[in-house]
């Protein structure tokens, strides 16, 4: 109900505006913006009753779909709200994928997972995730969506690392020929063909052609996203062919539509700020840029903080310029009343002063705040490995304590009964206690209980373990087998233990058997070789 409602507002919105000024439209903008909480508080309540109506248990064994169907749904909600969640539930869905074994599910949430990373600013790890993924057999919908990321990826980088020279122009050329690709697999007359394909013509510099594109898309009947997206990206056009007006107005109801459906991954703002910026209205511009960091933090978009913080101190600044114009405003009035002369000169003069020193307290701060920050990232980091080892530690430790004394026990129990026989002179006795000593089952039993407290301390070895290969190539253990050899090695390396003469006495192997044991794995995985032990120290605890 509230999203057709949404609709239809910013479709009167729309038409409004092209019947009055800019000025008009930032009136709307400023309402929408003190009206944000109160659309982020109809986005919860509308998630909190998908919340309260999970699927209920298939009748099916091993049939979770609409489980699936059900994160997924919670997905949509979160995907451009808030990034912590949004990957939480991406992260249900694969889980399910996985253990539903359906690759289609697989890749469909390893895609919607990569959508999420990249959306937060996570390129290198959205590059990584995108690597891994096998999109040939797949419907062409995943397809489309794996090639869109792509295109899409190079995109965000290219705007995030313009130099206008090399690296950003590369970046663009590699994302046309990925979108190129995409659209090969979208329907023709679907809202996602026109509209990235009227991105790439953009890109390819084919403004007139991509404008015309768009324009049709806004004269159309448009959810909110889909027309905030198209009315940016035409606004961008706009300013190349150098029509400032009317890529302001654009962005105006970009940011008012983006607003309206608690959109928090945007860029809408964060452009508004910057074109007010350029025309002089500090005021607005200020505004726009608050609610952008507002947005980048609440959503959790890293590369949004960067490119705001670009801008941020460009409009601090020309605020500080603006009270150094009033304070000279009050001196040039100070001269007519000739009887508070002295009085308002010493108070211009302690202004200025303070305001030199707000300006360097600011400088001071901001560089302190980010020097904090990245040593607070740095111990979460720090933190995180010296509470993983510690738990590593504690649970091998108190293993192994419980290990030696059941030994000593059965040492004691043993050297008592041989004693006892050799004291009988039973010696047939001796030789027949000795016989039933089985080392060889004893290493296994102590085996076992390495594997036991292992999978404790790290519950989605196994699973992990196995996503570093194709299906054909996965470990399958046997029935009672917690580990076997491939992954005890690798397990032994998780816990730290990286010595291969080491892993060779341990497992009673020899040191070339490991080696054979190890290159055999690796040549199997479907990453590189040099990066395999990587991915698995990656692997957490719980």
């Keep these: 109900m509230f999203k057709a409602q949404a609709i239809c507002v910013f479709c009167t919105l729309l038409w409004m505006g092209a019947r009055c000024g800019p000025d008009t439209l930032l009136q709307k903008l400023t309402v929408a913006i003190e009206m944000a909480h109160d659309y982020d508080a109809v986005k919860l309540k509308r998630i909190s009753d998908l919340t309260g109506h999970p699927p209920g248990t298939s009748a099916v064994p091993g049939d979770n779909t609409g489980l699936f169907g059900y994160y997924q749904g919670l997905y949509e909600e979160y995907r451009l709200f808030q990034y912590d969640s949004a990957y939480g539930y991406a992260g249900k869905m694969l889980s399910i994928a996985y253990s539903s074994g359906n690759q289609s599910l697989i890749t469909q949430a390893r895609l919607q997972l990569c959508f999420i990373l990249l959306s937060s600013g996570l390129f290198r790890e959205t590059f990584d995730s995108l690597k891994t993924v096998v999109i040939s057999g797949e419907p062409d919908s995943l397809k489309a969506m794996y090639y869109t990321l792509l295109g899409r990826y190079y995109f965000d980088l290219a705007n995030y690392d313009f130099d206008g020279i090399q690296h950003s122009i590369g970046y663009d050329i590699r994302g046309t020929l990925y979108m190129d690709s995409a659209l090969a697999y979208y329907p023709k007359n679907s809202f996602e063909y026109r509209y990235y394909r009227g991105l790439r013509d953009f890109k390819k510099n084919d403004t007139a052609e991509a404008a015309s594109l768009f324009e049709g898309l806004l004269s159309e009947s448009l959810p909110a996203h889909q027309l905030a997206l198209v009315a940016s990206t035409l606004s961008g056009i706009f300013l190349q062919q150098g029509k ?287 990066e395999f032990e990587a991915r698995i120290i990656e692997i957490k605890s719980v």
């Excluded at 029935?479 to 730290?496: H, S």
């Design 244 to 530: 400032r007006v009317q890529a302001i107005d654009l962005m105006i109801r970009a940011a008012i539509s983006d607003i309206q459906s608690s959109t928090k991954e945007t860029f809408a703002t964060f452009n508004l700020a910057e074109l007010l910026y350029q025309e002089g209205d500090v005021r607005h511009a200020g505004l726009c840029i608050e609610s952008a960091i507002d947005n980048a933090e609440f959503y959790g978009a890293r590369q949004r903080k960067v490119q705001v913080s670009s801008i941020l101190s460009l409009i601090e600044n020309q605020r500080l310029s603006a009270a150094d114009a009033q304070d000279r405003l009050l001196v040039q009035y100070a001269i007519v009343v000739t009887l508070f002369l002295l009085l308002l000169g010493a108070l211009t003069f302690v202004i200025r002063r303070q305001n030199r020193q707000l300006r360097k307290a600011q400088q001071l701060l901001t560089e302190s705040h980010h020097t904090q920050r990245l040593i607070n990232e740095q111990l979460e980091r720090t933190n995180a490995q010296l509470e993983e080892a510690n738990k590593i530690k504690e649970e091998y430790i108190g293993y192994f304590f419980n290990l030696d004394s059941e030994f000593f026990l059965k040492l004691e129990r043993l050297k008592r009964t041989l004693d006892q026989k050799v004291a009988d002179r039973k010696f047939e006795d001796i030789r027949f206690i000795v016989n039933n000593i089985h080392i060889k089952q004893e290493k296994q039993e102590l085996l076992k209980s390495f594997d036991t407290v292992f999978l404790r301390i790290f519950p989605q070895f196994v699973s992990r373990f196995n996503a570093l290969f194709k299906p054909e190539d996965q470990v399958r253990l046997k029935e009672n087998e917690l580990l076997n050899i491939d992954m005890r090695i690798f397990a032994l390396i998780r816990v730290g233990i990286t010595d291969v003469e080491k892993i060779a006495q341990i497992l009673e192997y020899s040191v070339n058997t490991i080696y054979a044991y190890k290159t055999r794995i690796k040549s199997k995985s479907i990453i590189p070789n040099d």
